[in-house]
């Protein structure tokens, strides 16, 4: 983390994100002034050591896109059991995150501000992570702009690596065109088994939390689609 607090992220010739311009707040850098030292990590520091990081070992959730961070918030507060990994690339929603989380003493959270495709390459073990989430991903509507969708055959089998065997990959989308084209890719996708046993979309887990972008969805009378997909075989 250099001293602007900027995403950090490697060159690469298709982002499933775009840097918003525009300053920080003297709110925004406090919170961060404070708080990243508590919660930030670096892409640039390598394998992330549950250890190190959390002071134990415990079943770990990673949430790719928290936005403005509160569901994840809400979510580490409800099972203190878990230890979360946030990835953002959007550094007011990082500062909230870590904000609001410090001020409510939250013990079990880590936050990259960083483009989640690097994260997991250099910081995050194989077979580690117990669940992990993508809420209301951005749905780049035009078709020009699908190849951005972050929702990928290559994407899923990058995350299948980094799950443990029977750990869950869960998205959710407030787009039904994202949300079938999601269902495609996770039905082709070896080695990943629909937790819904008629194969359909999943009710919505009591474990997520409403999220602020599902909310103004849901205004304009948007449906909302669950998916939940199992890990199945060792690699
Ligand atoms: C539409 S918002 C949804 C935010 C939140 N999950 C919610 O439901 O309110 C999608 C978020 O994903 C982030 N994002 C997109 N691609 C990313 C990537 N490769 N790595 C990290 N964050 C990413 C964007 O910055 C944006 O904040």
Known sequence: ????????????????????AGRMTDGQKKAFD??????????????????????????????IGFGMGDSLREMAENEPDKDFIGIEVHPPGVGRLIYTAGEAGVRNLKVYMADATDVLDDCIADNSL????????????????????????????KIRRKLKTGG???????WENYAEHMKEVMDAAEGYKNTQAD?????RPAYRPITKFE??????????????YEKIGER
Do not use: C
């Open 199 to 203: 194969g359909s979309f999943a009710p």
């Open 215 to 228: 909310k103004r969805g849901e205004k304009l009378g948007h449906g909302v689609w669950d998916l939940v």
């Open 34 to 63: 404070t708080y990243w030292p508590v919660y930030g990590a670096s892409l640039f520091d390598g394998p992330l050591e549950p250890e190190q990081a959390f002071g134990r070992s415990a079943p770990q959730v990673l949430e």
């Open 168 to 174: 869950v990959l869960h998205l959710a989308t407030d």
């Open 130 to 157: 117990t669940r992990l989430q993508i809420y209301f991903p951005d749905p780049w509507h035009k078709k020009k702009h699908h190849k951005r969708r972050i929702v990928q055959p290559d994407f899923v089998q």
């Open 1 to 20: 983390m250099n001293e602007e607090y900027r995403p950090e992220y490697k060159k690469k010739s298709i982002r499933s994100f775009v840097i918003r």
